[in-house]
């Protein structure tokens, strides 16, 4: 059993930055492949970015390419999500999720495990 939990969202001006945390319980944090996804009222949980257990590989939406950034820090439990260059179209509920396993995933239904949310709202 794994258990996330998520902090780090807030209300930012178009144009910031923010940085969420993820923080893991368990021994085993290594072994597990991490995502970020979004919602919005109304709408379907939208993937952002996935990270592979050894941080080697990272894979994005195109809507954040180039402005957000993956990275996890397995000695401490942690996975992060960089995002600069806000825009309004980034508001929405983040969620941080896990799974075992040694790639990268990019569907809800591939994941295990799901921390309750961050909200992360952009003003224009």
């Known amino acids: 059993q794994v258990q996330l939990v998520e902090s780090g969202g807030g209300l930012v001006q178009a144009g910031g930055s923010l940085r969420l945390s993820c923080a893991a319980s368990g021994r085993t944090f290594s072994s597990y492949a991490m995502g970020w996804f979004r919602q919005v009222p109304g709408k379907e949980r939208d993937f952002v970015a996935a990270?592979?257990?050894?941080?080697?590989?990272?894979y994005y939406a195109d809507s954040v390419k180039g402005r957000f950034t993956i990275s996890r820090a397995n000695a401490k439990n942690t996975v992060y999500l960089q995002m600069n260059s806000l825009k309004p179209e980034d508001t929405g509920v983040y969620y941080c999720a896990a799974r075992s396993g040694a790639g990268y995933y990019t569907r809800l239904y591939e994941y295990n495990y799901w921390g309750q949310g961050t909200q992360v709202t952009v003003s224009s």
């Open positions: 990270i592979t257990g050894n941080g080697r590989i990272t």
